[in-house]
C-alpha cells in the first residue's frame, strides 16, 4: 500500500507560531522532488508540543496542498486511546490515506495492552493505520507475534520500525505475512532495511534531501542495491550529523541553511550547537546540496 520514500515531515514555526505559508510551499516541494508521500506531525513533525488544535491545522494544511497528488500519512498517536481516536477521526474527515499511531509512550503498556489500544483505534473509523515502533522514545517494544495479531485486522496495514534491528524485518514478514508494508524509521540503515524485505523509509533526512532520499529507496525497490549505496555513501555524513543532536533540530538546520525554512524550534528543545552545525554543513557538502 505504501512504498517509497516518506519525509517525516517538519513543521515550521515562524515567531513561534505556525508557518503554514512554507508549509505549504513544502508540500510543493516534496511534490516535484519526487517524494512517494508525506508523514505530518510525528517526532519529527514536533507533535509533542503542538497543541491540539495546531495539530489538527497541520494535517488539514498538508492533506489540502498534497492534493491527491501524493498520499497523506497522518501523525495520530498519543498515550492516552481516547485522545488518538480523536486524532485519527480528525485525520480521517480532513482526507487523510492512513494514521501513524505510536505505540503509547511513557504508560509502558503489556504486549496485550498493546493489542487492546491498537484494536480499539482500528475499530474506532476507517483510517487505515501504521504502526510506529520505536522502544527507545516509547519505553516499550512491540514483538513481531503481537504485531502479527494486529496485522490481521483489515485496516492495520504496516510498520513504521524505528528499532534498528534489521533481523526484525524478517521476523515480522513470517508473523505480519509480506503484504504487511514494513517501513524503516531509521534513515542510516534503511538501505539495508529493504534488502530484508522492507519496502520504504520515512524519513528525517528527506526533508533537505528529498530527491537523494526517493532514488535510495527506487533503487533499492527495482533491485539495484550498487546504485542505491553509491547515493547512500553521499548520504550517510548527513544522516549522521542531523542525529548528533535531536534531529528535527538538525534537519531544521540543515533546510534553513539550503533556504527552505527557518531553524526555529519549541522548547525544551534548543537550536543546534556550533560544533554540530558545522557537521551539518560537513554533511550537506558531502551530498552535493551545499557549495
Known sequence: MFKGSFPALVTPFKNGELDLDTLKKLVDWHVAEGSNG?????????????????????????????????????GAGSNNTLESMRLMRHALSVGADAALVVTPYYN??????????????????????????????SAVDMSPDTMGQLAKLPRIVGVKDATGDLARVCAQRITCGKDFAQISGEDGTAHGFNAQGGQGVISVTANVAPKLVAQVQAATLAGDYATALEIQDRL????????????????????????????????????????????????????????
Open 108 to 137: 509502558k503498556p503489556t504486549q496485550a495492552g498493546l493489542i487492546a489500544h491498537f484494536t480499539a483505534l482500528h475499530e474506532c473509523c476507517d483510517l487505515p493505520i501504521v504502526i510506529y515502533n520505536i522502544p527507545g522514545r
Open 38 to 74: 508525506l508523514v505530518p506531525v510525528g517526532t519529527t513533525g514536533e507533535s509533542p508540543t503542538l497543541t491540539h488544535a495546531e495539530h489538527e491545522t497541520v494535517v488539514a494544511e498538508v492533506v489540502k496542498a498534497a492534493a491527491g497528488r501524493i498520499p497523506v500519512i497522518a
Open 236 to 291: 550517510m555524513p548527513l544522516h549522521r550529523a542531523i542525529f548528533t543532536e535531536p534531529g528535527l533540530v538538525g534537519v531544521k538546520y540543515a533546510m534553513s541553511r539550503l533556504g527552505l525554512c527557518s531553524d526555529e524550534v519549541r522548547l525544551p528543545l534548543t537550536p543546534l550547537t556550533d560544533p554540530t552545525k558545522a557537521l551539518v554543513d560537513a554533511g550537506l557538502r558531502h551530498a552535493g546540496l551545499l557549495t
